[in-house]
Nanobody, 121 residues
Framework: QVQLVESGGGLVQAGGSLRLSCVVSGSIFSVVAMAWYRQAPGKQRELVTS???????NYADSVKGRFTISRDNAKNTVYLQMNSLKPEDTAVYYCYADIVRRDTMLQYGYWGQGTQVTVSS
C-alpha cells in the first residue's frame, strides 16, 4: 500500500556530485519525517540525514557541509544532494519515512529498496 522508490544512484569520481530522489506513494495521510541512511559492505547502516515535516534537518558529522536534504511536499518527494563526494561515501543509500496511513490513521516506518552510490578515487 505504501512504497518508497529511490533513484539517482550511480558511479561518480571523487569530488563529484550526485542527487538522490525518493518518492512516496500509496495510502498516505501525511509524511511526518523522512531520512536517508546508508550502509557500506560489512558495516552497520547509519543515519546520514533527516528532515521533519516542519523542515528541521539533522546531518551526520561525516557529511556536514557536503550533503543537503530537501523535500517537495506537493510531490511527496525527498532529495539528497551530495557534493564533494569521497570514496568513503560509497554505500547503498536507503530512504526512510515515518508515514501516517490514510486508511488506519496509524503511523509506521517504511524503507525504500536502496540505491547504490559508488565513488571512485
Amino acid at each position: 500500500q505504501v512504497q518508497l522508490v529511490e533513484s539517482g544512484g550511480g558511479l561518480v569520481q571523487a569530488g563529484g556530485s550526485l542527487r538522490l530522489s525518493c518518492v512516496v506513494s500509496g495510502s498516505i495521510f501525511s509524511v511526518v519525517a523522512m531520512a536517508w541512511y546508508r550502509q557500506a559492505p560489512g558495516k552497520q547502516r547509519e543515519l546520514v540525514t533527516s528532515i521533519t515535516s516542519g523542515g528541521n534537518t539533522n546531518y551526520a558529522d561525516s557529511v556536514k557541509g557536503r550533503f543537503t536534504i530537501s523535500r517537495d511536499n506537493a510531490k511527496n518527494t525527498v532529495y539528497l544532494q551530495m557534493n564533494s563526494l569521497k570514496p568513503e561515501d560509497t554505500a547503498v543509500y536507503y530512504c526512510y519515512a515515518d508515514i501516517v496511513r490514510r486508511d488506519t490513521m496509524l503511523q509506521y516506518g517504511y524503507w525504500g529498496q536502496g540505491t547504490q552510490v559508488t565513488v571512485s578515487s
